[in-house]
């Protein structure tokens, strides 16, 4: 789990091995996790695109870049949250994920809220 605070928005993940969707057999292991970003500033904060490094155990670091998340561009008030769940396949049993968010206030300038980086991992894949 990572929960980080950039300027007021806050970031908290949650992973969890996806077991259903992975093929271990064919060096696929399936991860899914869950986002949730609430905007515990003053001041508005619509996210516009996000940016995430996935590393395996192996070293190999794939890059994402993209607009919004789940095909939304959420814009949140002050006390507001948005969450979704998506997922990662790796080609080890374990890896992390890290991140940022960028956002736009109503004025037009823009931050990149920090997505703390968290673990992507089989159970029992650390022993």
């Given amino acids: 789990m990572s929960d980080t605070i950039t300027e007021g928005i806050r970031v908290v993940v949650r992973p969890a091995f996806w077991p259903e969707r992975s093929q271990v057999e064919a060096g696929q292991w399936a991860f899914t996790y869950t986002v949730t970003i609430i905007n515990e500033g003053p001041r508005v ?8 490094l996935i590393t395996d155990a192996a070293g190999h670091v794939e890059q994402v870049r993209g607009p919004g998340v789940v095909g939304q561009q959420p814009r949140l008030e002050p006390g507001e949250r948005f969450e979704y769940t998506s997922w990662a396949m790796l080609k080890t049993p374990f890896g992390t994920m890290r991140g940022s968010y960028q956002l736009e206030r109503d004025d037009r300038t823009t931050f990149d809220a920090r997505i703390g980086e968290f673990v992507l991992t089989q159970p029992n894949a650390l022993n």
């Fill in 45 to 52: 904060a619509t996210l516009r695109s996000r940016h995430w």
